[in-house]
């Protein structure tokens, strides 16, 4: 009774600091969504202002202000008058958008905005399972994999859509792999899905297979070692760099993958705190803002986060609790969905972050940034890919001017802004494969 009660004494205070929109929680801004009946799954955002989450027994919430204020668009039900199990959302734009479901209807299609969904035309429930893990390139265009458990939901599935759910390609993949969970492709015909091969969560090995021609072949490029893990969330950085977290309820240590090749190989990363010892939990949602800097999570406890690449790991409480996925949006916000869900404005967060010790590379040694007379910034980067844009932000993450077209390899290029105040300012510019920070300091 009184482990019940404390319980309970937890779960309310959890309610009431993650509910509240205006906190800071290590960087993290929760929202002001309805407290979930298991948790948020989904997340799509469209711009910094409009989204949409989805959660099991819980429905899908539309906002237009970034988080401030959340609108009920579950309009249809499960065949027991329930919200459905939505376990993955994706909108192409504030119209076209698509929420894959565990159990019945499976998949759903919107044209405006959530006021109202069906079932797409061309989508066979019959030989899917239930929709884990999905992915939209245009409002024409949209993939899916399912399901995290075979016993459960059915086998394994890869489905498409290149005509706006017209006509769908249902492929079984159950010959290749045993569940699907989730998927992550750079372009339509290049990417990889992932989940567990040889059983599900408590007794398969996490697999991940790749494709250069979406779909019609498959290469197993990663089959874990450790019996009980899966594959769970993927998040790209980049062109070529990807991130993976591995769900792992056997006796295997906890996982993390990244690739820089596009997913042609993978290492391991293992979890651990900064004295060698694993963290607790089991690894669901990963995201990841810079190469060395990013979090993971997942059911049952707020975020890890990593300063250093992966070389070690810290518990960051209060934070997000019970993530399952993360997407960054405008190349200045990364999003979580979990028990909470919130967002972290990524240059006001590096402007108060320093690279640990441990990290592969510095990414202050990459971008070097000094202020000149008047409202000038020499800017240098030794970043060997081509820079795509160059953005300048205040310490509180406001941008103040915007380089579309510089060179592509900086080399004491100069922004000049004009009038500057007194403070610290952060430099971001943005390469083919990740995100280069500086400060300076204007006196």
Partial sequence: MQMQLSRTLIAIAAFLVFQCPVSAQNGWRAF??????????????????????????????????????????????????????VR?????????????????????????????????????????????????????????????????????????????GQTFRQQAMRERITTLVDLEFATPQNGVVGGSIGGGPNDGFACILRTTNAGSTWDTVYRCQ???????????????????????????????????????????????????DPVEGV??????????????????????????????????????TGLNKMQ?????????????????????????????KGASQDLRADLEARHLAGGRIQVTSSHRAAVRSVHIYTSAGQLIHTVQQPPTHLENFIVDIGHMSRGVYIVVAFTDVDMLTAKVAVQ
């Fill in 88 to 164: 993955t959302i994706a909108f192409a734009s504030e119209r076209i958008g698509w929420a894959g479901v565990l159990g019945k209807p499976k998949l759903l299609q919107t044209t405006d905005g959530g006021a109202s969904w069906r079932v797409p035309p061309g989508f066979d429930s019959s030989v899917v399972g239930g929709v884990c893990g999905s992915q939209v390139f245009d409002e024409q265009t949209y993939y899916c994999v399912g399901a995290w458990s075979a016993r459960q939901y059915g086998q394994p599935h890869f489905s498409t859509t290149t005509d706006g």
């Fill in 226 to 276: 450790y019996v009980g893990t899966q594959i769970w969330k993927f998040q790209r950085r980049g062109r070529d760099t990807l991130w993976a977290a591995v769900q792992s309820i056997g006796a295997g240590p906890p996982l993390v993958l990244t690739s820089v090749d596009d997913g042609r190989t993978w290492r391991e990363i293992e979890v651990r705190y900064a004295n060698g």
């Fill in 32 to 85: 002001a969504v309805p407290f979930p009946q298991d948790r948020y799954d989904g997340i799509s955002f469209v711009s910094p202002q409009v989204g949409w989450v989805s959660g099991a027994l819980t429905g899908i919430f539309s906002t237009t202000d970034g988080g401030y204020e959340w609108r009920d668009v579950t309009s249809i039900l499960d065949s027991n008058n329930r919200a459905p199990f």
């Fill in 328 to 356: 960054q949006i405008a190349d200045t916000l990364i999003l979580a969905a979990g028990t909470s869900c919130g967002a972290l404005n990524i240059p006001q967060f590096l402007a108060n972050t320093s690279v640990e």
């Fill in 283 to 320: 690894l669901q949602g990963i995201g990841f803002i810079t190469s060395q800097i990013g979090w993971v999570g997942g059911r049952g406890y707020h975020l890890y986060e990593t300063r250093n690449g992966g070389a070690t790991w810290r518990y960051v409480e209060p934070s997000i």
